[in-house]
C-alpha cells in the first residue's frame, strides 16, 4: 500500500513521454515512476532490506573492532591465546 507522496520537476518532454507510456501500458505514471525508481535502488546498490543492512552494520563494525583473520582451521581453539599474543604486541609500541 502506497502511503508517501514524493514530487520532483521534469521536463515537458520527459512527462508526456512518461503519460505516453503508461497509456500504452495501460497502467498509471506512478506505476511507471514507481517501476523505474525500484529499478534504479537495485542497481545501484540502493537495498536498503533489513539483511543488507544488518551486513553493512556488521562490515562497518568489524573494521572498527577488529578481527582475526588467517587460514587457520583451528582458530576458534587457539583464539583466546592468539589474543592475548595481539593485544600484548599491539600494546607494546
Given at each position: 500500500?502506497?502511503?508517501?507522496?514524493?514530487?520532483?520537476?521534469?521536463?515537458a518532454e520527459v512527462k508526456a513521454d512518461l503519460e505516453r507510456a503508461a497509456r500504452a501500458r495501460k497502467t498509471t505514471v506512478s506505476t511507471i515512476l514507481d517501476m523505474a525508481v525500484c529499478d534504479w535502488l537495485k542497481k545501484s546498490g540502493?537495498?536498503?532490506?533489513?539483511?543488507s543492512?544488518?551486513?553493512?552494520?556488521?562490515?562497518?563494525?568489524?573494521?572498527?573492532?577488529?578481527?582475526?583473520?588467517?587460514?587457520?582451521?583451528r582458530r576458534?581453539?587457539?583464539?583466546?591465546?592468539?589474543?592475548?599474543h595481539r593485544l600484548r604486541h599491539h600494546?607494546?609500541?
Amino acid at each position: 500500500m502506497k502511503t508517501e507522496v514524493y514530487s520532483w520537476r521534469v521536463s515537458a518532454e520527459v512527462k508526456a513521454d512518461l503519460e505516453r507510456a503508461a497509456r500504452a501500458r495501460k497502467t498509471t505514471v506512478s506505476t511507471i515512476l514507481d517501476m523505474a525508481v525500484c529499478d534504479w535502488l537495485k542497481k545501484s546498490g540502493g537495498d536498503t532490506t533489513e539483511a543488507s543492512m544488518q551486513r553493512r552494520l556488521h562490515a562497518g563494525a568489524a573494521r572498527c573492532l577488529g578481527v582475526l583473520a588467517g587460514g587457520n582451521p583451528r582458530r576458534a581453539e587457539t583464539a583466546r591465546q592468539t589474543l592475548r599474543h595481539r593485544l600484548r604486541h599491539h600494546h607494546a609500541r
